[in-house]
């Protein structure tokens, strides 16, 4: 029992370690997806309320607290959109009211692209669309994938992050009409 | 999350939904997008060029209920109103009429936003066909 409340205090020490620390993965954009779930199932495991059900109730309540911000930190960092603006917020970066303004040409076609979406009549025709879209939202992932990139090495940081914050406002449009379609 | 009785009233059945041509002088055209949920609204408003008064309103958004209300009421707003009275349209008004709650804020600055938008437009557009019709003039002077 000893050695369980040890495991769990130690990382409960850890003083608010960030998503990446706490799946023991690189402060990074770009990760391998199946890396990213191994780490969790491992730590899942060790954490999981099951395994500390025989434990004194504060053993009990610290893993529940821990697995619920594992899932958190999982949830967040699996998925491409939600990982970029996270890693964003930890640079510092402007937050998505920072760069309101979009161009109208991309705006009015984000207009349409909704509007083919709701009248489109067949599943085919349909699906064409969202697969046009899901190609447009990779292609924007790769420039967000490029500007992390840069942000590692050297160069202008400010622009950069400013950069992201723009593919990444864009992006949520893209993302929405997915969500919705 | 509930919403309020006028938002679903205007949810269920949307007022001026549609569009003008952009090709007529006396149409302006409001385009934003909120990047906190990634909805669209066009809104746009048809004007007397003699009166100054707003005769027709028209939106069209594909965002959430409170999207949806907030630009129906705009519309609601617009119809009647001249431009300086238009102008002075704000979005806690809207949120005052409509009971939104402060996360659904954004959807009210939008159509603000748009209504703002939709003037400029039309302006520019107005000053744009004032110039041309006065180039004659100033070539002969």
Redesign the interface.
């Known amino acids: 029992m000893w050695l369980r409340q040890f495991v769990l205090d130690v990382i409960g020490r850890m003083s608010q370690p960030d998503y990446f620390e706490r799946l023991g993965l690189p402060r990074r954009f770009s990760l391998d997806v199946a890396e990213i779930d191994r780490q969790y199932l491992a730590r899942s495991r060790a954490l999981h309320p099951d395994f500390h059900q025989l434990g004194a109730s504060s053993e009990q309540q610290a893993s529940m607290e821990l697995t619920a911000q594992l899932n958190e930190a999982y949830a967040t960092l699996r998925d491409p959109f939600r990982r970029a603006e996270y890693l964003l917020q930890l640079h510092g970066g402007p937050p998505p009211n920072a760069s309101p303004e979009m161009p109208p040409e991309f705006l009015e076609e984000v207009l349409e692209l909704r509007m083919a979406l709701a009248e489109a009549a067949e599943d085919a025709e349909r699906a064409e669309i969202e697969r046009q879209l899901r190609e447009r939202r990779d292609g924007m992932l790769r420039e967000i994938a490029d500007d992390f990139d840069r942000l590692e090495r050297d160069g202008d940081r400010s622009a950069i992050l400013l950069s992201l914050r723009r593919r990444l406002n864009a992006l949520k449009y893209i993302q929405n009409l997915l969500r919705r379609s | 999350m509930a919403y309020s009785s006028k938002v679903l009233d205007h949810y269920n059945n949307p007022r001026n939904v549609g569009s003008f041509s952009t090709a007529d002088p006396n149409v302006g055209t409001g ?10 609204l ?1 809104l746009q408003i048809l004007v007397n060029p003699e009166t100054g008064v707003i005769e027709d309103a028209k939106f ?1 958004t ?1 965002g959430c209920g409170s999207a949806i209300a907030s630009s129906s009421l705009a519309t609601e707003w617009l119809r009647g109103k001249t431009i300086e009275q238009a102008l002075a349209i704000k979005n806690t008004e809207i949120v005052e009429e409509l009971a939104l709650p402060p996360v659904k804020v954004h959807c009210s600055v939008l159509a603000e936003d748009a209504i703002k938008a939709a003037i400029k437009n039309y302006q520019e557009k107005q000053a744009a066909r004032q110039s041309k019709e006065a180039k004659p003039e100033a070539v002969g002077v």
């Open positions: 385009l934003v997008g909120a990047p906190e949920c990634g909805d669209v066009k069209k594909f």
